[in-house]
């Protein structure tokens, strides 16, 4: 199997995981906004680097997860579902191995549905509930 076929698997895979990781938050009763589509793009570390610097000149350390979340009103066809946001993972980072990935996952889901680490207790309740979603995710 090519490359870019087991890219294509991987990040399917990956995009249904992000839509539970999504629930669970929501099930949690800690995230705001509602599960939607979670597209999910594996990159390279030159790729992950170049995005970084173009969206996020003043974020500090690896570029290992960056998520962005879709604009409100952003046009698309009436039958396309409304998207919650996009995650790019850095393969080169994680080997594309899925347990280096899925926290990474998780984390960039988080901060789709709005949580944030700038703050200590952000980073707080933000850790204790990724704590929580991977011990679920490692039970299923």
């Given at each position: 199997?090519e490359k870019g076929?087991?890219?294509?698997?991987?990040?399917?895979?990956?995009e249904r995981?992000?839509s539970?990781?999504?629930?669970m938050?929501l099930?949690a009763?800690?995230?705001?906004?509602?599960?939607?589509i979670?597209?999910i793009f594996?990159l390279d570390?030159?790729?992950?680097?170049?995005?970084?610097?173009r969206?996020?000149?003043r974020e500090?350390?690896?570029?290992n997860?960056?998520s962005?979340s879709e604009?409100?009103?952003w046009?698309?066809?009436?039958?396309?579902?409304?998207k919650?946001?996009e995650?790019?993972?850095?393969?080169?980072l994680?080997g594309?191995k899925?347990d280096?990935l899925i926290p990474?996952?998780?984390?960039?889901?988080?901060h789709l549905l709005?949580?944030?680490h700038?703050?200590?207790?952000d980073?707080?309740?933000?850790?204790?509930?990724e704590?929580?979603i991977?011990k679920?995710i490692?039970n299923?």
């Amino acid at each position: 199997m090519e490359k870019g076929q087991k890219d294509n698997i991987l990040r399917k895979k990956l995009e249904r995981l992000a839509s539970k990781m999504a629930k669970m938050a929501l099930v949690a009763g800690r995230a705001r906004g509602k599960a939607r589509i979670i597209d999910i793009f594996l990159l390279d570390d030159a790729e992950m680097k170049r995005l970084k610097k173009r969206f996020l000149p003043r974020e500090k350390g690896p570029a290992n997860v960056l998520s962005f979340s879709e604009p409100k009103g952003w046009p698309r066809p009436k039958e396309e579902p409304e998207k919650l946001g996009e995650v790019y993972l850095n393969t080169d980072l994680t080997g594309s191995k899925m347990d280096k990935l899925i926290p990474l996952l998780l984390h960039g889901v988080l901060h789709l549905l709005g949580y944030d680490h700038k703050k200590k207790n952000d980073r707080i309740k933000m850790e204790k509930l990724e704590k929580e979603i991977m011990k679920q995710i490692s039970n299923v």
